[in-house]
């Protein structure tokens, strides 16, 4: 099932993304905050009670049409079943999700899965993918991390917009 998260979910989210390397673990008090303050731009899903997916988002203020996907998590015991995709659509199918025409990450070159993910988005949702450097190596993270690549998709249109399902 998914839903909306609940501060309740902060543990449960907290283990899931440290379950998902290469993902940089927030702070419990970051997670506690995107299942409380962020609920309307974060989504669970849910197996048997038990967090098995999660994606953390948000509407930058300064460019409302957008929505930055900032975490996709999905356990092991939940993969090869389009869980993420799916919970993406429904997400921005959520009527606090009106007036979005684009969906942007940013991703580091050697991501496979998430490059394929967003490719996969992109693909069905029949809208082009550009990358470009967003934070680079040197510039922003003074070597200590590799360069963060904005994978920016859109315009998107309704095709794309799905209601929540069960898993």
Not at 16 to 34: E, K, V
Not at 35 to 60: E, H, K, L, N, Q
Not at 129 to 134: F, Q, S
Request: hydrophobic share 40%; charged share 20%.
């Amino acid at each position: 099932m998914f839903r909306k998260p609940v501060g309740t979910d902060g543990p449960a989210i907290t283990a899931l993304i440290a379950a998902c390397p290469p993902l940089d673990p927030n702070s419990a008090y970051c997670n506690l905050l995107q299942c409380t303050d962020f609920a309307d731009s974060c989504i669970v899903a849910t197996r048997d009670g038990a967090v098995v997916g999660w994606v953390s988002g948000y509407r930058p203020p300064v460019a409302r049409e957008n929505f930055f996907v900032w975490q996709v998590a999905v356990s092991s015991a939940a993969r090869g079943q389009r869980l993420a995709s799916r919970m993406i659509d429904a997400l921005l199918g959520r009527p606090e999700q009106d007036g979005v025409t684009h969906l942007t990450t940013t991703i580091t070159d050697d991501n496979d899965a998430s490059w394929a993910l967003f490719q996969g988005l992109a693909r069905n949702w029949g809208a082009p993918l550009e990358k470009t450097a967003r934070f680079e190596r040197e510039a922003h993270f003074a070597g200590a991390h590799a360069t963060e690549w904005q994978a920016r998709i859109g315009p998107l249109t309704p095709k794309g917009r799905h209601q929540q399902e069960d898993i």
